[in-house]
């Protein structure tokens, strides 16, 4: 390796470490608005934020799940139950999924003729409206083991809507 090439590796480094230098000089220039060498900052944009933190935010109040149900639309239910129509019927037959019949108010792994897996068969108890609301937000942790692969329904209105339009469906 002759000098040139020390000179030239040399020369790379200090480059670099003057773009370096230099892209945090001016990002600095761009995002505080040019200030701060005289110890005060000024930022190019100012964000409002309440004083004491998390501490003065409002906690919004959860509404009791029964309260909901009250006040759900079977209509926007049976929109919901879209995103079941692959796997569940509502007309007694089973299909991937057992059929959703008369659901509210069975016994959880009741159909006769559908392989549950172990978990649902052995979980036990009814499925109640309150059941099914937290069976649908995540199913795979309400009864850990189970079959079935859906992700659940996120907002808890989908929820009650969708149990309004099974209790509907069943009443017929």
């Given at each position: 390796?002759?000098?040139?090439?020390?000179?030239?590796?040399?020369?790379?480094?200090?480059?670099?470490?003057?773009?370096?230098?230099?892209?945090?000089?001016?990002?600095?220039?761009?995002?505080?608005?040019?200030?701060?060498?005289?110890?005060?900052?000024?930022?190019?944009?100012?964000?409002?934020?309440?004083?004491?933190?998390?501490?003065?935010?409002?906690?919004?109040?959860?509404?009791?799940?029964?309260?909901?149900?009250?006040?759900?639309?079977?209509?926007?239910?049976?929109?919901?139950?879209?995103?079941?129509?692959?796997?569940h019927?509502?007309?007694?037959?089973?299909?991937?999924?057992?059929?959703?019949k008369g659901?509210?108010?069975?016994?959880?792994?009741?159909?006769?003729?559908f392989?549950y897996?172990?978990?649902?068969?052995?979980?036990?108890?009814?499925?109640?409206?309150?059941?099914?609301?937290?069976?649908?937000?995540?199913?795979?942790?309400?009864?850990?083991?189970?079959?079935?692969?859906?992700?659940?329904?996120?907002?808890?209105?989908?929820?009650?809507?969708?149990?309004?339009?099974?209790?509907s469906?069943q009443?017929?």
């Amino acid at each position: 390796m002759d000098t040139m090439e020390f000179n030239k590796f040399f020369g790379a480094a200090v480059g670099a470490l003057l773009v370096y230098m230099g892209l945090g000089f001016f990002s600095e220039l761009i995002y505080r608005g040019g200030g701060g060498h005289d110890g005060e900052h000024h930022y190019a944009y100012a964000l409002a934020v309440e004083e004491g933190g998390d501490e003065g935010a409002a906690k919004e109040e959860e509404v009791p799940f029964a309260d909901l149900l009250a006040q759900a639309d079977p209509a926007k239910g049976e929109k919901v139950f879209g995103k079941c129509k692959a796997c569940h019927k509502l007309d007694g037959t089973n299909a991937t999924g057992p059929h959703l019949k008369g659901v509210v108010g069975r016994p959880v792994g009741a159909v006769e003729g559908f392989n549950y897996s172990a978990a649902m068969a052995s979980h036990g108890g009814e499925w109640t409206p309150e059941a099914l609301n937290e069976f649908l937000a995540k199913p795979k942790d309400y009864i850990p083991g189970t079959k079935m692969s859906f992700a659940g329904l996120k907002k808890v209105e989908d929820r009650a809507n969708l149990i309004a339009y099974l209790q509907s469906v069943q009443a017929q």
